[in-house]
């Protein structure tokens, strides 16, 4: 896709987007607490990434409880002007094991095998996105926009992301607008929580990223259910939130592709 450039001209001021990745009812409790942390810190809308079959845990026992609490919140979310998005279908990479070095790297360690869409072919790509949308519908719930579970996206799944109604798509580097084939260069900003040195220097690099976005149009934040466990990780998300709007606008991602199309005209699509 070819890149948007920041246009001096833009009426609307720059933007944040804060997205809660990976709600699910196995995940909702954190999920919950990351908003109300959020939003301690600033009234903001905020973007949920929804997984339908998070880890296929469907069948588990507690389920129907977990269930009912998050479609309560999301209906609850999306009232005062929340948005949700398709976040892949069960977060797990079940397809066959690269050979390759780099993939094996990215699919396996990385990601713990959670890069659902980074090896899928078309026609499981397909069927895992339209199961997607079937369970968005069947609870009303509007989807906008897509975000492969990792932010890895395969080439088979690319080639058929045109075959659906999404605005947007987001990768870890990049705001993709779909329809336009266009794209703009917003790296998201995220936290490790996963190991104590991931931790202790992730906060440091979210900073000094968030400084070289300084001047985009564009600046993501992307939290995940396990960082709500650190309160150093936290703290370190609300100052930067809080610091954030002196110069920026949070909206939802939907809302961004829409604000996005006003910096520069549709084009052909040229390179992602």
Known sequence: MSPIEPHPALDEPPMLCVSIHDVAPATWEECARLARAMR?????RLTWLVVPRYHDREGDERNGLDERAMRAGLDAALARGDELALHGYTHLDTAPRSSGLRQRFLRGVYTRREGEFAALDADEA?????LGLE??????????????PAWLLGEASWKVMP??????????????????GRS?????LVYTARNAGGRLLSPIAVGLAARCMANGPLMRLSLHPP??????????????VERTLATREAVTKAECARRLLALAPASAVTSR
């Open 184 to 188: 703009v260069f917003a790296p998201s």
């Open 227 to 240: 960082d709500v466990r650190h309160p150093r990780l936290i703290r370190h998300a609300q100052g930067l």
């Open 40 to 44: 301690a810190a600033a009234d903001i």
């Open 135 to 148: 369970w968005f519908r069947q609870r009303d719930w509007p989807v906008a926009g897509f975000v492969p």
């Open 163 to 180: 075959e659906f109604a999404f605005s947007y798509v987001t990768t870890l580097t990049r705001f993709h607008l779909l329809r336009q």
């Open 126 to 130: 397909r069927e895992r996105i339209a």
